[in-house]
């Protein structure tokens, strides 16, 4: 079961402590930390960030790529507490992660993009503590994201992802320490009905009763919800009604509510309470949200009843040195530079993102399609070259497939859990480029898709973004996809370097392919790019230049206008990132409108012109 994936946050009720900080770090090649008693500490170690990714941190390259068993540990001082439950949150650890408390194994999790909490109540002593990890950041067909490892001559491991990015891993999101009350709001999500000047806000909440018995507990709690808007004014309140020993359920109204909007946010605090029938405050959590509504009808995608168009982009968490650890002055200038180019939009390609992202979304008013590390689900090192192929690339027929399935919902269930309230979330996206042409892989993905739906209490538009591969005549998913998303590269993998009449004429003829299906849904371009050496310039443009960057975006967006069911365009890549090394990739992928350090190529001042006036 997954545990409560609440933001972690200090409230009248709750305790919030952060192990971040130097770690004890080594590497277990051999594999022989628990027999060698690591769980209990280890003698040899450097010391590193936590959070952070370790493999930029050092000069030396077997440590860069090294794949396999690492081992973290601190030590915390606990104070005395009684009568609360105490927990570990760990932010995010890749891609998987056994826990060790004083030499005890109180957990693991599988997945290294979403946070897992672990009750450590019995565990934890009083005073001084030993926390110990194994992390292992090897890469399979059973796990997302999918890849391979290669076993080399000396014994050590390479990873070998089916993704277009650096496998980046470590504890690479904060730790903290939880001190919680007993009973305690486990969850709780959200929906809203738009009526004339009126909002009707639907709420559910789960509550925990830690180890208390809740037959005797559970007629003694009563839960509160109060929505208090910008100026600090209560906007609605009401008792929620018990819908069984852990739920409780209701409705608020709230009259004349200011709508949070793209670009034009505005949050309320929303407060839950938890008390008993003589007054005692159990707990108290509380959160800022945006009242807004989120819908396709037929081509058109609707936020608050009004057609949204998406600009913006595909990004990754990625920078220089701190790898994939999130970083606030980092998000922020990410958020500055989207901002001044004009774009509302990003997908979080091809993981979930740090919590704080959602939240800084929330007060940007920006939108964001949510996805799951759900990519590399096609057999072969480098997809983005094989995809224009047309070669068929198989995937869903192994005997992995059932254990990879598993995970994929396990995933699928941790993000909407955590993700669901954030009104910047308008779409979840269940994959990155798998294989979708067999029946299997219909199969495959309704289970997923029937999932998702039931999870999300919005009831979201759920999509995927499809390869070149997943034409509109052998692409068995898309029937799938409440709007669908299409990664296409005319002009770069496509008839690169040539004429763009070619890749023009390329793109336009697959564009009329699927305008031919009638499907009636919207469209969003959620990858084109080309990859972009920033100074480089050559007249005429060339592969590679800024100008031929333009170029390239001149012509797709020349594409885009005349298909009115394009209801959407996030170019690949807000910025350029790390990737494996290899002959296609020259210090990482270069498709970057910015630079990896945040600065303009040209073609940030072309998307500029478009986005401000579109
Ligand atoms: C697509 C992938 C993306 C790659 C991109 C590229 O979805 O992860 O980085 O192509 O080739 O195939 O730049």
Same mark, same amino acid.
């Given at each position: 079961?997954?545990?409560?994936?609440?933001?972690?946050?200090?409230?009248?009720?709750?305790?919030?402590?952060?192990?971040?900080?130097?770690?004890?770090?080594?590497?277990?090649?051999?594999?022989?930390?628990?027999?060698?008693?690591?769980?209990?500490?280890?003698?040899? =170690?450097?010391?590193?960030?936590?959070?952070?990714?370790?493999?930029?941190?050092?000069?030396?390259?077997?440590?860069?790529?090294?794949?396999?068993?690492?081992?973290?540990?601190?030590?915390?001082?606990?104070?005395?507490?009684?009568?609360?439950?105490?927990?570990?949150?760990?932010?995010?650890?890749?891609?998987?992660?056994?826990?060790?408390?004083?030499?005890?194994?109180?957990? *693991?999790?599988?997945?290294?993009?979403?946070?897992?909490?672990?009750?450590?109540?019995?565990? !934890?002593?009083?005073?001084?503590?030993?926390?110990?990890?194994? !992390?292992?950041?090897? /890469?399979?067909?059973?796990?997302?994201?999918?890849?391979?490892?290669?076993?080399?001559?000396?014994?050590?491991?390479?990873?070998?992802?089916?993704?277009? =990015?650096?496998?980046?891993?470590?504890?690479?999101?904060?730790?903290?320490?939880?001190?919680?009350?007993?009973?305690?709001?486990?969850?709780?999500?959200?929906?809203?009905?738009?009526?004339?000047?009126?909002?009707?806000?639907?709420?559910?909440?789960?509550?925990?009763?830690?180890?208390?018995?809740?037959?005797?507990?559970?007629?003694?709690?009563?839960?509160?919800?109060? =929505?208090?808007?910008?100026?600090?004014?209560?906007?609605?309140?009401?008792?929620?009604?018990?819908?069984?020993?852990?739920?409780?359920?209701?409705?608020?109204?709230?009259?004349?509510?200011?709508?949070?909007?793209?670009?034009?946010?505005?949050?309320?605090?929303?407060? /839950?309470?938890?008390?008993?029938?003589?007054?005692?405050?159990?707990?108290?959590?509380?959160?800022?949200?945006?009242?807004?509504?989120?819908?396709?009808?037929?081509? @058109?995608?609707?936020?608050?009843?009004?057609?949204?168009?998406?600009?913006?982009?595909?990004?990754?968490?990625?920078?220089?040195?701190?790898?994939?650890?999130?970083?606030?002055?980092?998000?922020?200038?990410?958020?500055?530079?989207?901002?001044?180019?004009?774009?509302?939009?990003?997908?979080?390609?091809?993981?979930?993102?740090?919590?704080?992202?959602?939240?800084?979304?929330?007060?940007?008013?920006?939108?964001?399609?949510?996805?799951?590390?759900?990519?590399?689900?096609?057999?072969?090192?480098?997809?983005?070259?094989?995809?224009?192929?047309?070669?068929?690339?198989?995937?869903?027929?192994?005997?992995?497939?059932?254990?990879?399935?598993?995970?994929?919902?396990?995933?699928?269930?941790?993000?909407?859990?955590?993700?669901?309230?954030?009104?910047?979330?308008?779409?979840?996206?269940?994959?990155?480029?798998?294989?979708?042409?067999?029946?299997?892989?219909?199969?495959?993905?309704?289970?997923?898709?029937?999932?998702?739906?039931?999870?999300?209490?919005? @009831?979201?538009?759920?999509?995927?973004?499809? *390869?070149?591969?997943?034409?509109?005549?052998?692409?068995?998913?898309?029937?799938?996809?409440?709007?669908?998303?299409?990664?296409?590269?005319?002009?770069?993998?496509?008839?690169?370097?040539?004429?763009?009449?070619?890749?023009?004429?390329?793109?336009?003829?697959?564009?009329?392919?699927?305008?031919?299906?009638?499907?009636?849904?919207?469209?969003?371009?959620?990858?084109?790019?080309?990859?972009? /050496?920033?100074?480089?310039?050559? /007249?005429?443009?060339?592969?590679?230049?800024?100008?031929?960057?333009?170029?390239?975006?001149?012509?797709?967006?020349?594409?885009?206008?005349?298909?009115?069911?394009?209801?959407?365009?996030?170019?690949?890549?807000?910025?350029?990132?790390?990737?494996?090394?290899?002959?296609?990739?020259?210090?990482?992928?270069?498709?970057?409108? =910015?630079?990896?350090?945040?600065?303009?190529?040209?073609?940030?001042?072309?998307?500029?012109?478009?986005?401000?006036?579109?």
């Amino acid at each position: 079961m997954i545990g409560s994936l609440l933001y972690p946050k200090m409230t009248s009720t709750r305790m919030r402590l952060s192990l971040d900080g130097m770690w004890k770090f080594t590497l277990d090649k051999e594999k022989k930390g628990e027999a060698a008693g690591f769980a209990d500490g280890f003698e040899k =170690f450097d010391m590193i960030p936590v959070p952070g990714s370790f493999s930029d941190l050092y000069t030396d390259k077997s440590i860069k790529n090294y794949c396999g068993d690492f081992w973290y540990e601190t030590e915390f001082l606990m104070p005395e507490v009684t009568d609360r439950k105490v927990c570990l949150r760990f932010g995010s650890v890749t891609h998987r992660a056994v826990v060790y408390l004083n030499g005890h194994k109180i957990g *693991e999790h599988e997945g290294g993009f979403l946070p897992f909490v672990i009750d450590v109540t019995d565990t !934890v002593n009083v005073g001084t503590n030993k926390l110990v990890l194994k !992390v292992n950041n090897e /890469l399979n067909e059973e796990t997302l994201p999918c890849g391979t490892v290669k076993k080399n001559r000396d014994g050590s491991l390479t990873a070998k992802p089916y993704f277009d =990015f650096f496998n980046y891993s470590g504890i690479q999101r904060s730790v903290d320490l939880l001190i919680l009350p007993k009973i305690s709001v486990a969850d709780y999500s959200l929906r809203y009905e738009l009526k004339d000047g009126q909002a009707d806000v639907f709420i559910d909440m789960a509550v925990d009763y830690s180890d208390i018995n809740i037959e005797s507990k559970s007629e003694d709690v009563r839960a509160f919800v109060r =929505f208090t808007d910008e100026h600090g004014k209560a906007a609605a309140e009401a008792e929620l009604l018990r819908v069984d020993g852990y739920h409780f359920g209701g409705m608020v109204s709230i009259d004349d509510p200011i709508l949070w909007n793209v670009l034009d946010p505005h949050l309320y605090t929303v407060t /839950l309470r938890l008390i008993s029938q003589d007054g005692t405050v159990f707990d108290e959590y509380s959160e800022r949200t945006g009242i807004r509504t989120v819908a396709v009808q037929g081509e @058109k995608i609707l936020i608050n009843g009004q057609q949204v168009y998406l600009k913006g982009y595909g990004k990754h968490e990625d920078f220089n040195i701190l790898g994939r650890t999130f970083n606030y002055s980092v998000a922020k200038r990410d958020f500055e530079c989207m901002k001044w180019n004009g774009a509302n939009c990003f997908r979080t390609s091809h993981y979930p993102y740090a919590d704080e992202w959602y939240q800084m979304a929330d007060e940007e008013g920006f939108l964001i399609i949510d996805e799951v590390p759900a990519v590399g689900m096609m057999r072969s090192t480098h997809n983005y070259v094989d995809a224009g192929t047309g070669k068929y690339t198989y995937f869903f027929e192994t005997p992995t497939v059932p254990t990879l399935q598993k995970n994929h919902l396990l995933q699928v269930e941790e993000m909407i859990k955590r993700d669901k309230n954030h009104p910047s979330v308008i779409a979840f996206s269940l994959f990155n480029e798998p294989e979708t042409t067999s029946v299997q892989s219909y199969e495959y993905f309704s289970k997923i898709f029937e999932r998702a739906k039931e999870l999300d209490p919005q @009831k979201r538009p759920l999509t995927g973004a499809l *390869e070149k591969n997943s034409s509109p005549e052998k692409c068995q998913c898309h029937r799938l996809l409440d709007f669908i998303c299409l990664n296409r590269y005319y002009g770069w993998y496509i008839s690169g370097g040539e004429d763009f009449f070619e890749a023009e004429e390329k793109f336009r003829d697959e564009l009329d392919r699927w305008k031919a299906l009638n499907v009636d849904k919207p469209f969003v371009m959620t990858e084109f790019g080309c990859d972009t /050496l920033a100074g480089h310039h050559s /007249l005429p443009g060339t592969m590679w230049s800024e100008e031929y960057q333009n170029e390239y975006y001149a012509m797709n967006f020349r594409v885009f206008e005349d298909y009115g069911f394009i209801q959407g365009e996030l170019v690949w890549n807000f910025a350029d990132f790390q990737t494996s090394e290899g002959i296609f990739r020259v210090g990482g992928n270069k498709k970057g409108i =910015f630079t990896r350090d945040r600065q303009p190529k040209s073609s940030a001042f072309v998307l500029r012109d478009r986005w401000m006036k579109k």
